[in-house]
């Protein structure tokens, strides 16, 4: 019988997947000899949701861009006909392994291991993750191993903290492990605040449990009895799947006392935030699981000695835990034979901003910027131009173009002037004004300062008002220099990672982009033609049919046309509000 | 949201001295109320014997949580990075437009309101933006004005059938 696989992660479904998944449960109820339904996460491939999957025999045949109607089609023709639809196919795997459709570029250079059960398994079935391996980790290291070799096979692999810092998490653990006392915490961030970053979202609605194996498996390494895994509250669907993946692992006994009758207990809680980006810090963290204001703490003391409740805590990421049980099962040294001599294995990158294929790519340490951006990513959208890639959020920065060949890991990257970050990759083309990038982030960062230091809570302030006033053609020559200044004292006097780190969009594209600072402030342009007080607004006349909606929405009536003729814009009256484009339902309208 | 079951009455009674309970029983109060209302405040604090300037302390730190009550539904667009890029301002811009209101602000009917979030992590999709619990990609200024639209005629039907029973609208 043939399976249906419908790609339910939160991606899909903002696609349309609900509608697609309704539609083809209709179909399965009117013929359930023919094929059994089934969901998945998300495969990486988010630039064709929604995505269904035909399996038949080890074959698989994965469709994109479904519709309700196309869904039906291949119901139809696939499903009853037996009839492969090729031009529809996004991607196919034979059973003797070879692969095909149209998204093999996408699909082919990459290495999954953390992605490894995404989009290929049930996330809600405890049943389907054991039967690809699941829980072969946490079995080996609770029954067979000594918390010592667990921590020796990790830092074998060579294995480095995926949240962005890279601490080898090996050592890590071994710090934790070493700590005495009888109450240790196993914590997983799940607070993925990092605006662009979704890959901890992916594995969470997509392979919970590779999560919890990590986690029973460090717990066992550090010897803690209790797990907190923090998930920000932006992402419904991860708790979800999460508190299944939770229940269904107590009742089977790989989680709760006495797992997998080793006697060994552990058990893990499930906190949600309530909306601050810097708990992703780890003390912060803490604080907010302890039901305080999540402001960072002063260390040392650190996690590994006084960290949740001044107890020894052990704070990785969803993706480093993820790579664990495969770490176990696959050994030290397969991993260690992924990626670069720093920087050992694979990472996964969210692929987003203006490259042709969004979505999820995991590729071993070292692949450069080019390859990402260009093979898997498929190069620009609408054939632009190539600009720069913002990588590591607001506490990253911008790598030019001039830089791709730079490979990606956790050497090479701080070299630029940017971080590694959580994995999260925004593709700039040149339609981006670099200024405004800088305004956008500093914007984020001064909101989301807790307020402890001052340098952070008035500092990012002050960068703000000068950026948003160059933005505006408003800039003074002395401008770049106090960015500068303000930037160091920033970076100087902050607590916490937010802080030191913040001034970092504004360096890196002072750095790489000073003429177009120059650009705002002496000549009142910007060359990207984006900050809005700088540039003219106009009716493409091709696009234009003459709907006057335009011009009704136009609050000073700067538009003139009649009904059905194409319409001009007065830019001597025109205050630049934007009503005509928000308005105009045949994107005529554009600013030059 | 769906991972909370439990009644904020429930989870109260059930406080035993717990430590790090304040974040779920405020969150638990949110479901309740759609909001935070100054009692629920008095309450959890009579409970926990945590003072009420704590409390306030802790609503305030963290974004989720409102002290005003919300609009039927909430809209959230996504001024993430990557549809900053790709146009969260006309999105943002067209809400506003479309609805009467700035950002933070609910429409005198109380049928909507209007945040703006940092990142949905949808970012392949971009832009987007959350209705309620569901979240829509690929948005363009038409689409959004037709999803909005299709949600205030709903509610005019919704409305005007009762109405016309004899029916006092039940929504406070």
């Known amino acids: 019988m043939k399976k249906l696989v419908v790609g339910m992660g939160t991606c899909g479904l903002s696609a349309g997947a609900r509608q697609v998944y309704e539609k083809v449960a209709e179909l399965v109820r009117l013929h359930p000899d023919d094929a059994e339904l089934q969901i998945t996460g998300c495969i990486g491939m988010c630039y064709r949701e929604p995505l269904v999957e035909v399996r038949e025999g080890g074959r698989r045949i994965i469709y994109g861009d479904v519709t309700p109607e196309r869904a039906e089609e291949i119901f139809t023709r696939h499903i009853i006909g037996s009839e492969v639809i090729d031009e529809y196919v996004a991607y196919r795997l034979d059973p003797d392994g070879t692969p095909g459709g149209t998204e093999l570029e996408f699909m082919v250079p990459q290495q999954r291991i953390v992605l490894r059960n995404c989009g290929t398994i049930d996330p809600e079935s405890l049943a389907e993750y054991e039967e690809a391996g699941g829980y072969q980790g946490a079995r080996q290291a609770l029954g067979e191993m000594t918390p010592e070799g667990i921590i020796e096979q990790i830092k074998a692999s060579g294995l480095r903290g995926r949240g962005g810092a890279g601490f080898p998490t090996g050592l890590k653990w071994s710090f934790a492990a070493k700590n005495p006392g009888t109450i240790k915490y196993v914590v997983c961030n799940a607070d993925e605040g990092d605006p662009g970053a979704f890959m901890d979202r992916s594995v969470l609605e997509g392979d919970p449990h590779a999560v919890l194996e990590g986690m029973v498996i460090c717990a066992r390494a550090i010897g803690a009895r209790y797990g907190y895994i923090y998930c920000r509250a932006e992402y419904p669907l991860a708790i979800k799947r999460l508190t299944i993946a939770l229940e269904a692992a107590r009742k089977r006994g790989c989680l709760g006392e006495d797992i997998f009758g080793t006697g060994f207990d552990f058990d893990i809680k499930i906190k949600q935030g309530a909306g601050a980006f810097v708990c992703g810090e780890e003390t912060a963290l803490f604080a907010s699981i302890e039901g305080e204001r999540g402001m960072p703490r002063i260390r040392p003391p650190f996690p590994a000695e006084k960290g949740l409740w001044q107890k020894p805590t052990n704070n990785n990421n969803v993706e480093t835990y993820a790579n664990v049980p495969w770490i176990i099962v696959q050994g030290a040294q397969a991993y260690a034979d992924y990626g670069t001599e720093k920087s050992r294995g694979t990472k996964v990158f969210a692929l987003a901003g203006k490259v042709l294929r969004g979505g999820l790519a995991e590729v071993p340490m070292g692949t450069t910027i080019h390859d990402l951006v260009y093979k898997i990513g498929g190069g620009i959208k609408e054939g632009r131009e190539f600009k720069a890639v913002q990588m590591g959020g607001p506490s990253g920065g911008c790598i030019p173009r001039e830089l791709s060949d730079t490979p990606v890991d956790f050497e090479s990257i701080p070299q630029t002037g940017a971080i590694m970050g959580s994995g999260g990759m925004v593709v700039l083309d040149d339609s981006t004004c670099m200024v405004e990038m800088a305004r956008f982030f500093l914007d984020f960062t001064q909101k989301e300062s807790c307020g402890k230091c001052t340098f952070c809570r008035i500092g990012t302030l002050r960068m703000l008002e000068i950026l948003e006033r160059i933005t505006k053609g408003e800039g003074q020559a002395e401008d770049v220099e106090r960015l500068g200044q303000l930037a160091n004292q920033i970076k100087e006097a902050s607590l916490c990672g937010l802080g030191q780190t913040a001034p970092n969009p504004v360096l890196t594209t002072l750095k790489y982009y000073g003429h177009e600072y120059e650009a705002h402030i002496h000549e009142h342009v910007c060359p990207a033609k984006s900050c809005e007080a700088l540039v003219d607004f106009f009716i493409d006349a091709d696009k234009c049919v003459g709907c006057t909606l335009c011009a009704k929405n136009c609050p000073v009536d700067a538009i003139a046309g009649k009904p059905k003729e194409v319409h001009i814009i007065d830019n001597e009256k025109c205050v630049k509000c934007s009503r005509c484009i928000t308005s105009c339902n045949y994107g005529a309208v554009y600013k030059n | ?172």
């Not at chain 2, 079951?5 to 406080?15: D, G, H, M, S, V």
């Open chain 2, 1 to 172: 949201m769906a991972a909370r079951a439990e009644p904020f009455a429930y989870r109260l009674w059930r406080y035993d001295g717990a430590p790090g309970e304040l974040i779920p029983l405020l969150q638990s109060a949110q479901d309740h109320f759609g909001y935070i209302p100054r009692r629920a405040i008095k309450y959890i604090s009579e409970v926990t014997r945590i003072p009420e300037s704590t409390i306030y302390g802790v609503i305030t730190f963290y974004s989720q949580f409102r002290l005003q009550p919300m609009g039927k539904h909430v809209v959230r667009v996504c001024d993430g990075t990557a549809c900053h890029v790709s146009g969260a301002k006309m999105l943002i811009d067209t809400v506003q437009d479309e609805l009467g209101i700035e950002v933070g602000d609910t429409t005198e009917d109380g049928l909507f309101t209007l945040f703006t979030v940092a990142c949905l992590g949808c970012c392949s999709l971009a832009p987007v933006m959350m209705l309620n619990d569901e979240t829509h990609g690929r948005l363009t200024a038409a689409a959004v004005r037709k999803l909005l639209r299709a949600y205030r005629r709903r509610e005019a039907q919704q409305t005007t059938v009762p109405a016309a029973a004899g029916v006092p609208d039940s929504r406070g």
